[in-house]
């Protein structure tokens, strides 16, 4: 069955405090793994897209990073304004659905 | 640009009513993405278009929930005779070519309250 786990649910870091968050897939042929960030009352806004094992994607503060069977958003030196919930998903080879993990809720402290 | 628009931006609606939800997707982008997100979960997907047509409909949690678009433009998706379990935020995305690994761009959502 294919599914999306994200780990921690919820991540408390000071700023400046550097933390990854954890994405673990099982799907039946991947075709892309995305990572969103949704801030409170919005829709979820577009950050990565990673294809293959071993890709990595860099904004500002932020580094994705791809495995066979998880991902891992790494946050360098975080600010306040980075607080949101992060989400991940897969496209698998049937090309149509996304399977999204539940999230990682972060909140950077001051 | 204009990116995806959904209305109502909230709803509240007596259990056993219909309520239509509606999206304007970002003009050009032939792909359109329904999902809906309860409290404190991620996004459960719903439905695909391609187009104005729907490959893929598997998501739909029941008969009393169907989708259609007009066209690579609005698209409703309708809930009949409303239960309380589906109070949730209906999110809708876009996308310029469904079927290859294009990222999705989400609207604001509609929040359903089914009292």
């Known amino acids: 069955e294919d599914q999306v786990t994200q780990s921690p649910e919820a991540l408390r870091l000071q700023e400046g405090e550097s933390s990854s968050l954890n994405c673990s897939y099982t799907?039946?042929?991947?075709?892309?793994l995305f990572w969103y960030r949704q801030d409170p009352g919005k829709g979820p806004e577009f950050l990565f897209t990673l294809y293959s094992a071993g890709e990595e994607k860099e904004k500002e503060r932020l580094k994705a990073t791809l495995t066979k069977k998880e991902s891992f958003l790494h946050i360098t030196a975080p600010k306040p304004e980075d607080s949101a919930t992060y989400l991940c998903a897969v496209q698998a080879n049937n090309f149509n659905k996304f399977y999204f993990g539940s999230g990682t809720k972060l909140n950077v402290k001051p | 640009g204009a990116g995806v628009s959904q209305s109502p931006s909230n709803k509240v609606t007596e259990k056993g009513k219909d309520v239509e939800l509606r999206c304007d997707p970002i003009?050009?982008?032939?792909?359109l993405y329904w999902y809906r997100q309860r409290l404190g979960q991620g996004l459960e997907f719903l439905i695909y278009?391609?187009?104005?047509?729907?490959?893929?409909k598997s998501g739909l949690p029941s008969d009393r929930f169907s989708a259609e678009r007009t066209g690579e433009s609005v698209s409703t998706l309708t809930i009949q005779r409303t239960q309380q379990e589906d109070s949730a935020v209906y999110l809708c995305?876009?996308?310029?070519?469904?079927?290859?690994?294009?990222?999705?761009?989400f609207g604001p959502g509609t929040r359903l309250t089914v009292t």
């Open positions: 278009f391609q187009g104005n047509s729907a490959p893929d």
């Open positions: 003009s050009g982008h032939t792909a």
């Open positions: 995305a876009s996308s310029p070519q469904g079927g290859l690994t294009y990222e999705q761009y």
């Open positions: 799907v039946s042929g991947l075709r892309g």
